[in-house]
């Protein structure tokens, strides 16, 4: 790893950093999303305690997040050894949820990383991304949990990297099977409770 890989690492955890739900919530409508439904800085919770729009600015937000934090070695160029830049841009990924989950701006108190995760995944490979969110909406839509989309998604992430889009980078395997694993451990907590069938649906489409 070079001067550069460290900067962009850097980088990438402080854009993983902006609690956009925690910030939205507080300026817009004096509500920390922190202290009410899951208690969690994230996508999903917004919409439990605020609603559907500002839900979804949080959505596309932290989904840009992780794109953006995996997409700028590329984009800058300052990288030109094809094997450095992979590695960076995993490092990359992995600082940017980690920033998602541990804000420094937060009080190290923040979401679960799902959207972030996908942020990233598009930023180093779309057609699984794309793969992973049809996954998730499906699994969503059929059983109106939203973490148990996230979960299904996650457990097919490693799959749909080396089987289905045929992805021969190992540095990306590796990283994609650490990222399923962490997603499905950030909800363990969910998954007790649709074992017990104490988890909150959310009807996508209800006004």
């Not at 439904?37 to 959505?59: D, E, H, M, Q």
């Not at 972030?116 to 969503?140: D, E, H, K, M, Y």
């Not at 650490?178 to 007790?192: E, P, S």
């Amino acid at each position: 790893m070079d001067y550069n890989s460290v900067i962009f690492c850097v980088v990438a955890y402080l854009l993983g950093s902006i609690p956009t739900a925690v910030w939205l919530g507080k300026i817009c409508y004096g509500v920390d999303v922190r202290e009410h439904g899951s208690k969690n800085a994230g996508a999903t919770n917004t919409f439990r305690v605020l609603g559907k729009k500002p839900g979804i600015i949080v959505l596309i937000v932290d989904i840009f997040k992780g794109a953006i934090s995996t997409y700028l070695p590329v984009s800058t160029q300052l990288i030109t050894d094809e094997d450095i830049l992979i590695q960076t841009q995993i490092l990359c990924a992995v600082f940017a949820v980690l920033g998602h989950v541990l804000p420094i701006f937060a009080g190290f108190k923040g979401g679960k990383g799902v959207a972030t995760s996908l942020g990233v995944i598009i930023g180093l490979q779309p057609n699984a991304a794309l793969i992973c969110f049809l996954i998730f909406l499906l699994v969503f839509i059929i059983s109106k949990y939203v973490s148990l989309g996230a979960i299904v998604a996650s457990f097919f992430f490693p799959i749909v990297i080396r089987f289905v889009v045929g992805c021969e980078s190992n540095w990306l395997f590796v990283f994609s099977i650490i990222l399923g694993t962490l997603v499905i451990l950030a909800h363990r907590k969910n998954i007790r409770r649709l074992l017990n069938g104490e988890e909150n649906k959310m009807n996508l489409f209800k006004k």
